[in-house]
C-alpha cells in the first residue's frame, strides 16, 4: 500500500497571503496525484487532478506541482473560504487508492 | 448538474448488514466508473471500493474485502454498496462518487453528501 504524507497537519494564513500545502508518497505515484479542499459539513470537492490539472471550476489560485513522490499545492493569495481541510489523493496503485490524512487551513 | 443522492444508512448492531444506494442524475451513468468513499466521525477519507463502468470490474479496500459488494445498474442509473458483518469500524459517513473516466482508476470528480452508516451494539 502507497502510503500519503501530508504537512504540515495544520497551516494557519492570513488572508491574501500564499499557502503551500505539501503531500509525500511513499512511493512513485507518476503523475496519478489528486488534491481535494473539504469544507466543514461538506462533501470534498475535486480541485486538481494529474498533479497540475485544475478541476472544471476552480479559481486559478490554486495550483498543483509535482512529480514522482513529492507533490505541493500551493494556493496563491488566500481568502477567507478557503477554510478548509484539503486531502492528496494518489491513484496510480491498487490497492487500494491511498488519501493522505489532511492538511487543516485555518485563517488568521 | 451532477448530482448523486445517497440513501440507506442507519444504525446496525455489529454483525448486520446495511444496503447503500446512490442516485445519480445529470451525466451520463454508464459512461464512467463509480467509487464508495467513507469517512469516519472526524477522521480522514479512504477509499472503500470502486467499479468501473459496465459493472464487469470491481476492486476493494482489504478491511472490506469478502464483506462488501459493490454494484451498479446502469438502466436506473444507480450505485450500490451491499455491506455484510458489519463492524463498529465500519462507522462513518459512506460517499457515493464517480470517478473521472470509466474505470475506477481517476480522480473523484464529483461527491454526494454522504449517508452516515453506524455500528453499535
Known amino acids: 500500500e502507497i502510503v500519503m504524507t501530508q504537512s504540515p497537519a495544520t497551516l494557519s494564513v492570513s488572508p491574501g497571503e500564499r499557502a503551500t500545502l505539501s503531500c509525500r508518497a511513499s512511493?512513485?505515484?507518476?503523475?496519478?496525484l489528486a488534491w481535494y479542499q473539504q469544507k466543514p459539513g461538506q462533501a470534498p470537492r475535486l480541485l486538481i487532478y494529474d498533479v497540475s490539472t485544475r478541476a472544471t471550476g476552480i479559481p486559478a489560485r490554486f495550483s498543483g506541482s509535482g512529480s514522482g513522490t513529492e507533490f505541493t499545492l500551493t494556493i496563491s493569495s488566500l481568502l477567507s473560504e478557503d477554510l478548509a481541510v484539503y486531502y492528496c489523493?494518489?491513484?496510480?496503485?491498487?490497492?487500494?487508492?491511498?488519501f493522505g490524512q489532511g492538511t487543516k487551513l485555518e485563517i488568521k | 448538474e451532477v448530482q448523486l443522492v445517497e440513501s440507506g444508512g442507519g444504525v446496525v448492531r455489529p454483525g448486520g448488514s446495511l444496503r447503500l444506494s446512490c442516485a445519480a442524475s445529470g451525466f451520463t451513468f454508464d459512461d464512467y466508473g463509480m467509487t464508495w468513499v467513507r469517512q469516519a466521525p472526524g477522521k480522514g477519507l479512504e477509499w472503500v471500493s470502486g467499479i468501473n463502468w459496465h459493472g464487469g470490474s470491481t476492486v476493494y479496500v482489504d478491511s472490506v474485502e469478502g464483506r462488501f459488494t459493490i454494484s451498479r445498474d446502469n438502466v436506473k442509473n444507480s450505485l450500490y454498496l451491499q455491506m455484510n458483518s458489519l463492524r463498529a469500524d465500519d462507522t462513518g459517513v459512506y460517499h457515493c462518487a464517480r470517478a473521472g473516466g470509466s474505470g475506477y482508476d481517476y480522480a473523484i470528480d464529483y461527491w454526494g453528501q454522504g449517508t452516515l452508516v453506524t455500528v453499535s451494539s
Open positions: 512511493q512513485s505515484v507518476t503523475s496519478n
Open positions: 489523493q494518489q491513484y496510480d496503485s491498487w490497492p487500494p487508492y491511498t
